[in-house]
């Protein structure tokens, strides 16, 4: 623990002690639509189940009859952090429409509280909203933290708790909506017995422009691929051009012997 939340856990309790009895009453207001049908609305928020699952810090909901539930929660707000085990009322339940809830718990140390609350749900089409008021009283260290901190936290419960009821509600439709956002609309493939027009007009563009200027058969195209030129084979020399420059050679030695013979004769005889 930091040391401004040691100074400021010390001041509350020097408070407490010198004013046990100090509460702060608050009062919290909301409207909430909900992606689903009143009667799912009302099914969730009656499920014990659903209820821990949902709450922030909820460590057990237990179901002791049809009007009446015991909970555990374990709360932080601010400096104090306390495990609450509290007990859930109904009364003028008209359902799936409205109910009201009386709620009272108890933190040891950290203090206590109790209060009312009014929840109603409204069909709008698909959709359900859900308006609930709640006045509460509370006591104990949770009393001296100030009013503006602890109905700010409170809020944020509020958000939470509706938060995650809406995500148990309708998660598939989220994950859907997710999807269609980072894949897109798809298309069909395309028939693998009809080749498309851009492939076919890409392939008569490739062997159009590849064709060259000299014979037919230096030009090879394959289906379905862009054409290439085939690389021209080595002509073929007939047999007296084959044996040409062994005749050359042979040429030259004849005349060269035959000059030879001469130039002795022409020196060489008197």
């Given at each position: 623990?930091?040391?401004?939340?040691?100074?400021?856990?010390h001041l509350v309790s020097m408070t407490i002690r010198t004013n046990?009895?100090?509460?702060?009453?608050?009062?919290?207001?909301?409207?909430?639509?909900?992606?689903?049908?009143?009667?799912?609305?009302?099914?969730?928020?009656?499920?014990?189940?659903?209820?821990?699952?949902?709450?922030?810090?909820?460590?057990?909901?237990?179901?002791?009859?049809?009007?009446?539930?015991?909970?555990?929660?374990?709360?932080?707000?601010?400096?104090?952090?306390?495990?609450?085990?509290?007990?859930?009322?109904?009364?003028?339940?008209?359902?799936?429409?409205?109910?009201?809830?009386?709620?009272?718990?108890?933190?040891?140390?950290?203090?206590?509280?109790?209060?009312?609350?009014?929840?109603?749900?409204?069909?709008?089409?698909?959709?359900?909203?859900?308006?609930?008021?709640?006045?509460?009283?509370?006591?104990?260290?949770?009393?001296?933290?100030?009013?503006?901190?602890?109905?700010?936290?409170?809020r944020q419960l509020a958000d939470q708790f509706f938060a995650a009821?809406?995500?148990?509600?309708?998660?598939?439709?989220?994950?859907?909506?997710?999807?269609d956002k980072a894949l897109g609309p798809v298309e069909p493939p395309?028939?693998?017995?009809?080749?498309?027009?851009?492939?076919?007009?890409?392939?008569?563009?490739?062997?159009?422009?590849?064709?060259?200027?000299?014979?037919?058969?230096?030009?090879?195209?394959?289906?379905?691929?862009?054409?290439?030129?085939?690389?021209?084979?080595?002509?073929?020399?007939?047999?007296?051009?084959?044996?040409?420059?062994?005749?050359?050679?042979?040429?030259?030695?004849?005349?060269?012997?035959?000059?030879?013979?001469?130039?002795?004769?022409?020196?060489?005889?008197?």
């Amino acid at each position: 623990m930091s040391t401004m939340a040691k100074l400021i856990d010390h001041l509350v309790s020097m408070t407490i002690r010198t004013n046990p009895q100090i509460e702060h009453a608050m009062e919290l207001t909301g409207t909430v639509v909900m992606a689903a049908k009143r009667a799912q609305v009302w099914d969730a928020l009656n499920d014990a189940a659903v209820l821990q699952a949902c709450i922030p810090g909820c460590e057990e909901v237990v179901n002791e009859s049809d009007t009446v539930r015991r909970a555990r929660v374990m709360i932080k707000l601010g400096p104090v952090r306390a495990r609450f085990n509290g007990t859930l009322t109904l009364s003028e339940v008209v359902a799936p429409e409205r109910c009201l809830m009386s709620f009272e718990g108890s933190g040891g140390a950290a203090g206590m509280a109790s209060g009312r609350s009014q929840v109603e749900l409204i069909e709008e089409g698909g959709q359900t909203r859900v308006t609930y008021t709640v006045h509460a009283s509370v006591g104990g260290k949770l009393g001296q933290i100030g009013g503006r901190l602890l109905d700010a936290s409170a809020r944020q419960l509020a958000d939470q708790f509706f938060a995650a009821l809406q995500a148990h509600l309708a998660p598939s439709a989220e994950v859907a909506s997710v999807a269609d956002k980072a894949l897109g609309p798809v298309e069909p493939p395309p028939s693998l017995s009809e080749p498309s027009a851009a492939s076919s007009a890409s392939s008569v563009s490739s062997a159009s422009i590849q064709a060259p200027t000299g014979p037919p058969s230096a030009l090879r195209v394959v289906s379905g691929s862009p054409a290439r030129a085939a690389p021209a084979a080595p002509a073929e020399l007939s047999p007296l051009a084959a044996e040409f420059p062994r005749l050359f050679w042979f040429a030259m030695g004849v005349v060269s012997t035959g000059f030879g013979v001469w130039l002795g004769s022409r020196l060489f005889v008197s």
